[in-house]
């Protein structure tokens, strides 16, 4: 049995794979299996992982006939096959980076230290990268203005997300814990990041280990802060708020229901923040409670126009 089993949804990747498999062959730490499932593309991405798997007995194509499902869903169907195999530790891979060396075997080491029994996810910082590989910036968190926090974890993730999947290593437990993704997760990095901090630990090693190749295809990919100031950013800005509120309130929801059925508990900032939006609209009953529960960015604009948007939120159930 390896010690790791890397999880690499793909599509349409025929580009840029074989360099990311090849860097993945070429991580000081050799455990590992990878399994990959193809999200239907139509180019040759299978034909490439095909040829790669028949010289590495290390690489698995996964074969199914579920079609496309999209970039959440195909990683969920690579969790929930994740859960039948035995690997103690889980690492995600998207199709287009290229992994330092040194990768696995540092992720590993501090998750190893760190975890404690608890249900636990590492992620690291990326170098973003261009077509050709050259550095655009050597942080990807610095690029995005963004920051592991340490301390209010849940409070931030909640409305936030500073976790980068492809940098992600988790163990079982936390697998056991958050597999199946359910469809209201808004991504799966998003959806562990909440499960760890709910229910174990979030790690974060500042080094960077990936290459974040920046290509225009990106699914999501890394745009600086300078897109804010073109014209209508603010419309722009309000809207994607409050879609973001409604699909965070959605993934927490979900997140309430995981945590009583699987643990017979739940997290009170959790609770508090679902049963948030049973409150009257444009009650300042909703934002005092926001406040009580410190929920929220950390960045001053991106706090007003949530607080704004929760306080215009229509009412929905909390249970």
């Known amino acids: 049995m390896a010690q790791i089993l890397i999880l690499m949804g793909t599509y349409n990747g025929a580009r840029y794979i074989r360099e990311q498999i090849a860097s993945i062959q070429a991580q000081t730490c050799s455990d590992w299996v990878l399994l990959v499932r193809d999200d239907d593309s139509g180019d040759n991405t299978v034909e ?13 194509l996964c074969r199914d006939h579920l079609g496309n499902l999209g970039v959440t869903a195909n990683f969920g169907r690579l969790m929930s096959l994740a859960l039948e195999r035995s690997e103690p530790w889980v690492a995600f891979a998207d199709q ?11 992720s590993l080491t501090q998750l190893q230290a760190s975890a404690n029994g608890k249900p636990a996810l590492l992620h690291t910082d990326l170098q973003v990268v261009d077509v050709n590989l050259r550095v655009v910036h050597p ?47 808004i991504l799966h990095d998003r959806w562990l990041a909440v499960c760890a901090a709910t229910s174990g630990n979030l790690i974060f090693l500042p080094q960077a280990m990936v290459k974040y190749r920046q290509h225009g295809n990106n699914v999501r990919g890394a745009g600086g802060v300078m897109r804010y100031l073109l014209p209508g950013a603010l419309e722009d800005k309000l ?17 309430l ?15 508090g923040f679902v049963s948030l939006f049973a409150l009257p609209e444009h009650s300042p009953a909703r ?12 960045k001053f604009l991106k706090d007003l126009l949530l607080w704004w948007e929760v306080l215009r939120a229509p009412v929905k159930a909390a249970e």
């Open 239 to 255: 809207l994607h708020t409050r879609e973001e509120l409604r699909a965070c309130f959605v993934q927490a929801h979900a997140l």
């Open 139 to 185: 942080s990807f968190l610095a690029y995005q203005r963004l920051r592991h926090v340490a301390e209010r974890q849940l409070e931030t993730l909640l409305v936030h997300n500073f976790v980068t999947g492809c940098t992600v290593m988790i163990n079982r437990e936390l697998l056991n814990f958050a597999a199946p993704i359910p469809s209201e997760a």
């Open 287 to 298: 934002l005092l409670r926001l406040w009580h529960l410190k929920i929220g960015t950390g």
């Open 96 to 106: 287009d980076d290229v992994w330092l060396p040194e990768k696995l075997e540092v």
């Open 48 to 60: 490439i992982i095909e040829e790669m798997a028949q010289a590495d007995d290390r690489i698995v």
């Open 257 to 271: 229901i995981r945590e009583r059925s699987s643990l017979g508990w739940t997290h009170p900032v959790l609770e």
